[in-house]
């Protein structure tokens, strides 16, 4: 079958246009996948960036709201206050605690004396560091929170 010259130059130049072609073949896959993922990351990237700036510019206003209590947090009755920048900000809650073991929530008017926010995560948190944090944390009840905590 191959004992002419005819029929080996002629498999010469099929397997040479083979090879070829799969060699493009792979070599514009490889390009075209480094090409989608440099992409993608890119994307990726730009998108997280974006979330994470504006999740900074929602922190950033709501602890300047929550740093605004700190004079009125310690006036003998808080609660309206508290009331009102819980719906200024939206709020699920709005409390203080205070290092003697007492607490004042804008929801919870009479926290039962076992309550104890020198425990709680966000307390401590600014305690820790002297100066507004936000700290997520879950509750007592299970649920995924955000506590916006001044010093």
Same mark, same amino acid.
Not at 25 to 33: L, Q
Not at 96 to 115: E, L
């Given at each position: 079958m191959?004992?002419?010259?005819?029929?080996?130059?002629?498999l010469a130049c099929v #397997?040479l246009?083979?090879f070829s072609?799969i060699?493009?073949?792979?070599?514009?896959?490889?390009?075209a996948?480094?090409s989608m993922e440099a992409?993608?990351d890119?994307?990726?990237t730009?998108? #997280?960036?974006?979330?994470? *700036?504006?999740? *900074?510019e929602w922190i950033?206003?709501?602890?300047?709201m929550?740093?605004?209590?700190?004079d009125?947090?310690?006036?003998?009755d808080?609660?309206p206050?508290?009331?009102?920048?819980a719906v200024a *900000?939206g709020?699920?809650?709005v409390g203080?605690g205070?290092p003697d073991?007492? #607490?004042?929530?804008?929801d919870?008017?009479?926290?039962?004396?076992s309550?104890?926010?020198?425990?709680?995560?966000?307390?401590?948190a600014?305690v820790q560091?002297g100066?507004p944090?936000?700290?997520?944390?879950?509750?007592?009840? *299970? #649920?995924?929170?955000v506590?916006?905590?001044?010093?």
């Amino acid at each position: 079958m191959l004992s002419s010259i005819r029929a080996r130059v002629v498999l010469a130049c099929v #397997a040479l246009v083979v090879f070829s072609v799969i060699s493009s073949t792979a070599a514009d896959y490889s390009i075209a996948k480094s090409s989608m993922e440099a992409a993608i990351d890119h994307d990726l990237t730009s998108s #997280a960036s974006e979330h994470a *700036g504006g999740i *900074g510019e929602w922190i950033a206003g709501k602890t300047q709201m929550i740093s605004s209590l700190q004079d009125i947090v310690l006036m003998a009755d808080p609660l309206p206050m508290l009331q009102q920048i819980a719906v200024a *900000g939206g709020f699920f809650d709005v409390g203080v605690g205070y290092p003697d073991k007492t #607490a004042k929530f804008n929801d919870w008017p009479n926290p039962p004396s076992s309550y104890d926010p020198t425990s709680r995560p966000w307390y401590k948190a600014a305690v820790q560091t002297g100066k507004p944090v936000a700290i997520p944390y879950v509750s007592t009840s *299970g #649920a995924l929170l955000v506590g916006l905590a001044g010093r």
